[in-house]
């Protein structure tokens, strides 16, 4: 024997630092070695502060991940990642697919991931994908946890926001609550004062809040006050728009609504389909505008008055952002793609008495 141990080479780097491992993290932090990993995962049952110190230990130590990670800063992944809401909503499939086309033409992969309007589960998405590899990321909207944005850094994986803009971080999109209250605007011109809004979950969700909310602005401007009765939420889609409606006709006669702005086509063609259930006709007794400009929205019948949202351009635009900041560019900080409202055959003028 050599003296060097059965299956050992003197490689002659002995006096060279080791790389730090999980163990050091987890010694520097005061923590265990699965904290560390759950930390790093973005898992939500660590605590904050817990996150806080793992972090800072990786920081002062240089751990890296893995060997993924590690070879990140060369920037040779040709992979990037996207996490939408939802891929039951149209709007976010056409962004991925334009998006794709971009990124494919110019070398690169895109992996994605659906975060089912969960912060937490988006977290988690993404902390896999920058563990596994990925050169920059695309997300739906400008609310996320902060863990997100730390993991990131760390990785030093760009991020570009999407379907919002953003004053902090490049973005592609437009401002939700404008939107609304042009809809909003285009009702009350047409005489209606009792509008009822429907929209997915607000919760974490800057894109259905913002909509309530410019609705809810808009009507103020004519000194209305919009009553809790009129404003719903509900999950999504057109289930979600038939429960809504159902809500809406249980009100007595004199304060069910003359108009409803719905958060998506989907939602909209739920609250048309129960109007009907109901004995009530499109747009004759009740005008229905709904957010996105859906496939059905121009074939159905009546066809759908809404605010066409052009989500592939949006998906372009943010493709072409993130390959500017990898190829070492200083992209638009913000691109503004805003909605337009299409008019259809969903609103009418208000029937007087």
């Known amino acids: 024997m050599n003296g060097l141990g059965r299956g050992r080479r003197d490689t002659g780097d002995r006096n060279l630092p080791r790389?730090?491992?999980?163990?050091?993290?987890?010694?520097?932090?005061?923590?265990?070695?699965?904290?560390?990993?759950?930390?790093?995962?973005?898992?939500?049952k660590v605590r904050e502060e817990t996150r806080q110190a793992v972090i800072k230990a990786v920081a002062e130590l240089n751990f890296v991940f893995n060997n993924a990670a590690r070879a990140l800063s060369t920037r040779r992944f040709h992979a990037v990642g996207m996490i939408v809401p939802s891929l039951g909503n149209e709007v976010f499939v056409r962004a991925v697919s334009s998006f794709q086309?971009?990124?494919?033409?110019?070398?690169?992969?895109?992996?994605?991931?659906?975060?089912?309007?969960?912060?937490?589960?988006?977290?988690?998405?993404?902390?896999?994908?920058?563990?596994?590899?990925?050169?920059?990321?695309?997300?739906?909207?400008?609310?996320?946890r902060r863990g997100l944005y730390e993991i990131a850094e760390h990785h030093g994986v760009p991020l570009v926001q999407s379907f919002v803009l953003s004053p902090n971080h490049y973005s592609v999109?437009?401002?939700?609550?404008?939107?609304?209250?042009?809809?909003?605007?285009?009702?009350?011109?047409m005489g209606h004062r009792r509008i009822a809004v429907v929209t997915g979950t607000r919760h974490d969700n800057d894109r259905s809040g913002p909509r309530a909310e410019g609705m809810r602005?808009?009507?103020?401007?004519?000194?209305?006050?919009l009553p809790a009765e009129h404003d719903?939420?509900?999950?999504?889609?057109?289930?979600?728009?038939?429960?809504?409606?159902?809500?809406?006709?249980?009100?007595p006669a004199e304060q069910r609504p003359t108009a409803i702005l719905c958060?998506?086509?989907?939602?909209?063609?739920?609250?048309m389909s129960e109007a009907v259930a109901h004995g009530l006709m499109v747009p004759t007794d009740l005008s229905v505008i709904g957010f996105n400009d859906s496939s059905f929205a121009s074939v159905i019948s009546p066809a759908l008055t809404t605010m066409r949202v052009d989500a592939d351009r949006i998906g372009r635009v943010a493709g072409e952002t993130l390959l500017s900041i990898l190829q070492g560019q200083t992209p638009v900080r913000a691109t503004a793609i805003d909605p337009e409202l299409l008019v259809r055959n969903t609103v009418a003028p208000l029937r007087t008495p």
């Open 19 to 44: 790389p730090a491992v999980a163990k050091d993290v987890a010694e520097r932090a005061g923590v265990s070695i699965a904290t560390v990993s759950r930390a790093l995962n973005g898992s939500p």
């Open 101 to 144: 086309r971009v990124l494919r033409q110019a070398g690169y992969q895109v992996v994605l991931a659906s975060a089912d309007y969960d912060l937490d589960t988006e977290l988690q998405e993404a902390s896999f994908l920058m563990r596994r590899g990925i050169d920059g990321l695309i997300l739906v909207g400008g609310t996320h």
């Open 173 to 189: 999109g437009f401002d939700n609550r404008s939107a609304a209250m042009r809809a909003t605007r285009y009702l009350i011109g």
């Open 217 to 225: 602005l808009a009507l103020a401007e004519i000194g209305v006050t």
């Open 232 to 251: 719903i939420v509900v999950s999504s889609g057109v289930v979600a728009g038939r429960d809504a409606m159902r809500q809406l006709a249980a009100l």
């Open 263 to 271: 958060g998506t086509d989907e939602i909209a063609l739920g609250v």
